[in-house]
């Protein structure tokens, strides 16, 4: 019976690595036929516009087909298969141009790693200091694409993002979420919560974890940082200490893992802009972002957003923002389903220009696959 079962699992696995063969064959062909659209793209291109080599609405065509696939088979869970077709499409993607990505720094962010999903990790990836140097790499043209994060579902909008946008030429072209998930960090000498005496972190992280270090490391000193990378960093020099920090920094500082998920709201997410030069096509499940101003008159904030209501228009997100430009004046961030070339976003989008103060187009662009 044993010899059987060996046997058994010795033709299993040989079955195994002819999958793995055809799997790398097929890879190697859509690669080739990859290099051949790129060169396509560079032998059709006005030479007077940048060749887009990037397609985010054709990224999200087939992330959505690899979900709807995944669906059907309960045995695969559908955000890892489009993590993996995410990584087939970054090596591809490489072999037509090299993309290059900035994103907020330092390394070990969690901008880190939503760049990483969403570009794979084939394309050249830059960590900056800012989220304006963000932008003005990608307007300069040093990097094709940048990521910014944009909003947490438990601390609100990024100030600084929202700030950039409304002045910035750039375009959304694309969003990608992805959840919070905090953990402490030790130095090497320590091996457990009886060995730290100092906690390093981001402010915003201590504020989403209070409560699981309130039970866990009552009256422990604590030391602020500018990002959870940075106390990543920090606390690699300073023994006795640990840092709230993701778990990506744990093998890039050589970290000590001393505790998972301290968070003290488990469905904590952040979203994030994925911004660039160019505009994106309709898909069919997109998302429209805009800035405006409302007029210093009464009622005109409802008359605004009647423009909406009029075209039955549902809004993911409302958001007044100060405009830095005197007391009491407010911007407004809004998001909603929809593409600024369909009929309906058109007409709103035309009420709008009539009825605020200023109105700016940020961006259409493809819906995140998983929400």
């Not at 033709?11 to 064959?25: A, G, T, Y």
């Not at 609405?57 to 695969?76: F, G």
């Not at 999903?117 to 830059?126: E, H, I, L, V």
């Not at 750039?170 to 919560?193: D, F, T």
Request: glycine share 6%; aromatic share 8%; hydrophobic share 35%.
């Amino acid at each position: 019976m044993a010899t059987k079962s060996i046997k058994n699992l010795k033709d299993l696995r040989n079955e195994i690595d002819s999958i793995d063969d055809k799997l790398l064959e097929l890879i190697s062909q859509r690669a080739s036929v990859a290099k051949q659209i790129g060169l396509a793209k560079e032998d059709s291109a006005d030479k007077n516009k940048e060749t887009v080599y990037l397609n985010p609405e054709r990224q999200a065509y087939i992330l959505n087909r690899v979900k709807k696939y995944a669906e059907k088979d309960s045995s695969i869970a559908a955000e890892q298969l489009c993590d993996i077709f995410t990584e087939i499409m970054s090596l591809c993607l490489n072999a037509e141009k090299l993309t290059d990505v900035v994103y907020l720094g330092p390394q070990g962010t969690y901008t880190q790693q939503a760049t990483l999903k969403y570009f794979g990790r084939s394309a050249a990836t830059k960590p900056v200091g800012s989220i304006l140097e963000v932008f003005r790499n990608v307007e300069s043209g040093i990097s094709n694409y940048g990521v910014v994060p944009i909003e947490n579902s438990s601390e609100g909008m990024v100030s600084n993002t929202m700030d950039v946008l409304a002045t910035s030429n750039l375009k959304i072209v694309g969003e990608v979420k992805i959840p919070i998930h905090h953990c402490l960090l030790g130095h090497q000498w320590a091996k457990g919560l009886e060995d730290i005496k100092l906690i390093i972190s981001h402010q915003q992280s201590f504020s989403q974890c209070h409560v699981w270090l309130a039970e866990h490391l009552p009256n422990i000193e604590f030391r602020m940082e500018n990002s959870n990378a940075h106390a990543a960093q920090r606390a690699l020099h300073t023994p006795n200490s640990a840092a709230i920090a993701g778990e990506l920094n744990a093998d890039l500082y050589g970290l000590n893992m001393i505790a998972k998920n301290i968070e003290d709201q488990p469905d904590n997410n952040t979203r994030f802009y994925i911004i660039g030069r160019q505009d994106t096509k309709p898909t069919g499940r997109d998302k429209t972002s805009l800035v405006l101003g409302a007029k210093n008159e009464s009622g005109s904030l409802y008359r605004l957003l009647e423009c909406f209501y009029k075209e039955q228009i549902d809004l993911n997100l409302l958001e007044s923002h100060p405009t830095k430009m005197g007391d009491w004046q407010y911007n407004f961030f809004i998001d909603f389903y929809g593409h600024c070339q369909d009929t309906k976003v058109t007409k709103v989008i035309e009420q709008l220009k009539k009825q605020a103060s200023f109105c700016k187009l940020l961006g259409s662009y493809p819906c995140y696959t998983h929400d």
